[in-house]
């Protein structure tokens, strides 16, 4: 063990054993260095692993503290989604939700926008603005169809933290997650072909299997394992089913991440029906266990398995960038990244490359798990205490998503409904399933932890369900 | 008669009659104020009329001087495509040509992009570089589905210049005129129907038939006139045809500008057959005349029209920014937007209303209309008199593209073939046809003129037509 290991260790079982609770500052660097005569670099090497374990935060100028910690809520029950493919609906909520015909100033609880306002966020903003000043003026440039090189030789290296062994030759850069999900689902399917999708699911997923025709067979899910194999399976074998669409780590909406174990049975069920996975990673990399959950793609021996990820939520989403690791459908992607878009913005993609080559989004990474972890933790504890008795509440092991369910007789359309008169909004459960159930859950962000505008909305929140359902109760 | 337009009166009728030859220099600003007793500003709005009307340029720090023009060559001959609808093949020589999969430093005189280094566009990289640093991170964010609101109003303005009255609310931004033609397409077909196009077409169009699952038909087009009615006529009367997709204005390859005539019958032909008209005006504001000539949109009565445009002609592709203004089909264009890419990039949308805003885009297409004017009539001179007799050249009216037609034994996939040696490249016509036609055709561009490259480029190509295919002229 070395030294900086035995440090961490200590420390480790005094905040086990209670020494420190949550909240309490621990010692300073300077004090470690002195009480256990080790160097500077040891003590704060010790820091960084008791926080990639998720036991101690820095705050910047206080040092450091150990991390208030809060035990599994209740969780969401397993949805029961209709048993046969159906076509999705909802899009007219989807719009709604997304503020597309009436923008306005609206305080959304349910969009699912990152925290871009931190100082490690700036280095990035820097880069931009040196980038558009270059005198080749590059930026300018039709980028090649697959990206610049820049960006997906950071990417390729990137994958090493999801187990993922990306060859930037392969891959190719697109324009938000959104646009790789589209073009993987059109690579495996046909019109009037049957996907599978983990459910509750992704809005956007569904309604790219809208676009394409296609109809939708929704597993139900476990809010701590994710989509049940077992039910995947009877599928599979009732249904033709032509792929897998799946966000197996840090997922959204639940939070969940799939034990690696279930992550390689899925791997195996699609090899043995012969069908592709899309795994959606968008969220991976914001899993507050470090180093990061394996993706399905690490397991992947036959190029089944087209990983589709970006940097709209580590990042920002004004970049759209995104990128697939199409496996063996990059031909079909290839082209069909051609026809939507035909080349990514190539300012933004030097800017990216720029910013990863010089430790700035691992850096970014690292603070942006402690933030949202604290605000999990935060979170849940304050929705047991101030909603209305039975909420079940996920619990996430990544990203800053929480999905909310209410007795059945609560209807969260209804409640966005009544806060129209407020300017405060939800993301109803409905849009997360094809034909709209849900209706009594909703999906939560955390990304400004308990502000007072969020603390705010959230009691006005509490109030109209009380107020709307206390007989109910 | 305004004083201006008096003194660009009698300087034209002295251009005109040769007392001013092509390159000659033209009084200066000052010298028309002491002969013609008239101000600067008069002198100078003078000028700005004879530009405007291709008889004068002005060169920096030397001047106006009277243009170069030459008359109309040899156009190609109206082309014999397949005479029912078929698939759209040829993907492999697409993504031979884009140089996907082997970037390389090679010289293409076949690519569509602009010149963008001209000091025009200084002042955009310059506003870039200011909003990636701007304090509120706005180009971070989500941008709303349909384009932030400060670039739809600016390309709301733009509309006047080609007749069309567009209103911010409907126009969709969109990730380059791509993104708008794959979106009009999806909104307005269903797989299997048949689009009619102009032949030869843009390869681009032609490749999101085929991803769509759609077939073409490809409708005889002249090099002055454009597509031919009566031929679509014929067409609409034999086959399931749902919409036309055509470039009536620059068009990619042919230059031509549809007549007004005949876009005002194309329009009726579309309304007594009820079908739609996606109209591709990518290189419309490159309209050597001004003011422009007006889009069918314009004479759009009933919102069957979509017209999609980008600003990747004329500013910079790297931008990857285009819009679609797709009257009755918005509902359609939106739900494909959402689905293929969700947003568009956020910063440059912000930097791109901002240069409109200042003036900054009049500017940069006053400057290339008239530097791509000259060096249509530089390069038509010159391909005239060093390439084998028989070559028929396009004749462009605005944009930086001419199509060649040689003989008919002339193989230009196999001359770029031969040209692999050297670090030349063309675009074969086959790319413009959807089963393979205009082997005989290659697309140049004339982005820089007769600079060293491009002539070295071209002396090689005459060369090698006149050893390969020498016996046969």
Known sequence: MKLYEELAESLRQRIEQGFYAGGDRMPSIR???REHGVSVTTAQEAYRQLEDAGLVESRPKSGYFAR???STPELPRVGRPVRRPIEVSKWEDVLNMLGAETPSKVFSLGHAMPDFTGPTLKPLLKLWSMQARRSDMRGLEYDSLKGTEELRTQVARLGNHSGCQLDPDELIITTGCQEALFCALRAVTQPGDVVAVDSPCFYGAMQAIKANDLRVMEIPTHAETGLSIEALELALEQWPIKAVLVTPTCNNPLGYTMPESRKRDLL??????DIAIIEDDIYG?????WPRPRAIKAFDTD???LLCSSFSKTLAPGLRLGWIAPGRYRTEVIHNKFVSTA???TLSQLAVAQFIAEGGYERHLRKMRAQYQRNRDLMVNWLEQHFPAGVRISFPQGGYLLWLEFASEV???ELNRELSDTQFRIAPGVLFSASGKYRNCM???FVNGLDRQTEEALLTLAALIDQRYAKAG
């Open 31 to 33: 004090t470690l260095v």
């Open 68 to 70: 208030v910690r809060c």
């Open 268 to 273: 195996l069920l699609a090899q043995r029906f």
């Open 285 to 289: 990399d914001l899993a507050y266990a």
């Open 303 to 305: 190029g089944r398995v």
């Open 343 to 345: 080349a990514s913005s």
């Open 411 to 413: 209807d969260c359309v």
């Open 443 to 445: 999906r939560l962000n």
